[in-house]
Structure formats: C-alpha cells, structure tokens
C-alpha cells in the first residue's frame, strides 16, 4: 500500500488530492498549519471529511516547525512527498511579504530537507503561473525562460524551484515541480475569484472587475488538476527526456511540469457562466489592473501529456455549476 505525505491538506487543492487518493487506497498523512488567512472553519470541515477514513492522519501544525514536521514524516514513512502547502495569493504578498519568506521559502527548504532524510521516491512541490511573469508569448511553455515575476509570492514560488533543482541535483531526490493554472471549484478558497464573485452575485453586491475585464485566464476545475497530479507522481524524473520539450534538467532528476486547462476564456465569459449557473447579472465595478497581476496565463499542456496521457477538461460552465452547488451547501450550514 502506497504512503503520501500530502502538506497543505486542509487547503483546497490539498484536501481535493488526500481524499482522491484515499479511494484509490493509498494510506494519507496529511500536514497542516490551519493559519487565519480565511476562514479556519472551512479549512477544518475539509480536515473532518477526510478524518473520516481510516487510512488519513492529520498533523497540525506549521511548516517552519521542523522537529514536527520531521516527527509526522517519520510517523508517515512516505513514498512520495506531495508538498501544496503554502501562503498563497498575489495581492496579499503585497501587503504581507514576510509571511510569504517565512512559509514558502523555510517551509519548502525544510519539507526538501525531509524528503532527503526520508528518501523518497519522488518529491512533487507545487509551483504557479505566476512565475511566467512579464512573458508574452503564449501558451506558456516550461522550457521559456521565467526570471521576471511581477509579485512576491511568484518570486517565492520560483525561489521554490531553483531550490529544488539544486537539491536534486546535490542529493539525488527525483523532484517535479507543477505550475498550476488558476484552479477553481468545489471547496475553494473565499479569497479566490469564483467564491467572491458568486457570493456577491447572490448577494445582489457589485463585483470588482480589474483591468476593465480585459483578462484572460486558463481556468483548471481542481478535479483535473488533482487528476495530473496523482499520475505525475508515479513518474518521477529519470535521466531520459519524454520529447525535445521536455524540461527534464540534464543535472538532476528534476523537471517542471505546467498542468492547465490549454484554453484560456475570457473573464467576461467566466463572469457569464458564474450568472447562467445562479440566474442572476452581476453589477460590475470596473477596476484598473492590480500590482502584481498578469492580463492573460494559457498552459501549453504538451509536456504533461506526453508523461501522464490527455488529462480531463471539465468544461467552465459544468465547473462553475459543481462549484456553485457546494457553495450552497456550504452556507446553509454555515
């Protein structure tokens, strides 16, 4: 039976990945600092559900707490390390770097540092879109030069990956770094766009709008991106490319794999959607664009399907409609 040290468990992404392979029958030790960035309560509900299964242990506490984590790895004995947990958002590493410094960069440094003493089979560390910064020539592809980020926590995430290389290539530990593509559904973050924007839609709320609208993103529904992941991580680097593309280091057992949707969609058409699911308009404050922020992300997805296979592509109004229906749920019982 196989063993995951999943970090980041009662996150969204996190809690979606423990549970999915739960029901493939792998045993789950979950790791979780429970910080106040949003709501605690949902962070705990996503804990609870997966408490539930006999094969899931949850440890709380934080990433810059070495001997905790140290002691949960070596309680969990893992096969692989799948590390998501992080302080996440653009616009808050504005306001508050420091976390950002203290969780992911000392956190991920210790969480390689486990994975080296425990000698996994792979190491698998989320990473972002964000990191393409100021590119411009699109699909994103993992081989393009990333070195001008336009935020904070991008720099940290690709801080995280030139971090990861080096210690693949020092100590041998297959790593793959995934850079996520705005990532939405059920269970999501309040601070992510579909939650804000359905919860003042339903409302009756404007909804802030930036960049007059003028934005495009690669919407992933985290079904499919937990689908990637869980076959990323029974292919760990070796020293052969897939294809000239493969961004395989010719140094170490390291690559990057980007997992997206491949279609961007309009954040007008992505507004649209979120109105068709709840039959309401939204009143939109157009806003100017924000520090930080990127106009378009699209995922070239050729890489990671050339490793795992085609991955799903749940389409935007079917994902929005998951997401809405949990959403209700999800306040009534709030």
């Known amino acids: 039976m196989k063993r995951a040290f999943v970090t980041g468990s009662a ?3 996190g809690f979606h990945l423990a549970r999915r392979l739960l029901e493939e029958g792998w045993i789950v030790h979950g790791y979780d600092g429970m910080t106040d960035y949003y709501d605690v309560a949902l962070k705990r509900a996503r804990h609870d559900i997966l408490k539930a299964h006999e094969n899931f242990v949850a440890t709380e506490a934080m990433l810059e707490d070495m001997a905790a984590l140290t002691r949960a790895a070596e309680a969990c004995r893992p096969d692989v390390i799948i590390h998501l947990a992080a302080q996440a958002g653009v616009r808050y590493s504005i306001e508050n770097p420091r976390s950002y410094v203290e969780s992911n960069i000392v956190g991920t440094f210790n969480v390689m540092e486990v994975a080296r003493a425990q000698g996994v089979a792979h190491l698998l560390m989320a990473s972002t879109s964000s990191v393409y910064g100021a ?3 699109m699909p994103y592809v993992e081989t393009q030069k990333a070195d001008l980020q336009m935020s904070f926590y991008a720099a940290t995430k690709k801080a995280n990956e030139a971090m990861a290389h080096s210690w693949a290539h020092i100590h041998g530990v297959p790593t793959t770094m995934f850079r ?8 999501g973050r309040p601070d992510m766009a ?13 909804i802030d709008v930036y960049n ?14 937990v689908e990637g992941i869980r ?3 029974r292919v760990p680097p070796g020293a052969e490319p897939v294809g000239a593309a493969d961004s395989l280091s010719p140094v170490a057992p390291f690559r990057v794999v980007n997992i997206g949707n491949g279609s961007p969609v309009m954040l007008g ?12 308009k939204a009143a939109r404050n157009l806003m100017p664009m924000q520090p930080g922020d990127v106009p378009a992300t699209w995922a070239d997805a050729d890489l990671i399907e050339a490793l795992v296979g085609e991955l799903p592509h749940t389409e935007i109004g079917a994902g929005v409609q998951a997401f809405l229906g949990w959403y209700r749920d999800w306040m009534r019982g709030a």
Do not use: S
């Open 11 to 13: 996150g969204f992404i």
């Open 180 to 187: 996520f593509f705005t990532v939405y559904g059920p269970w």
């Open 212 to 225: 007059h609208g003028n934005m495009q993103r690669d919407f992933t529904y985290v079904g499919d991106l």
């Open 194 to 206: 579909l939650f804000k924007f359905t919860r003042a839609i339903l409302n009756g709320d404007p």
């Open 269 to 280: 058409d992505f507004i649209a959607a979120i109105e068709e699911a709840t039959g309401l």
């Open 231 to 233: 076959r990323l991580a």
């Open 135 to 137: 590119n411009t020539e």
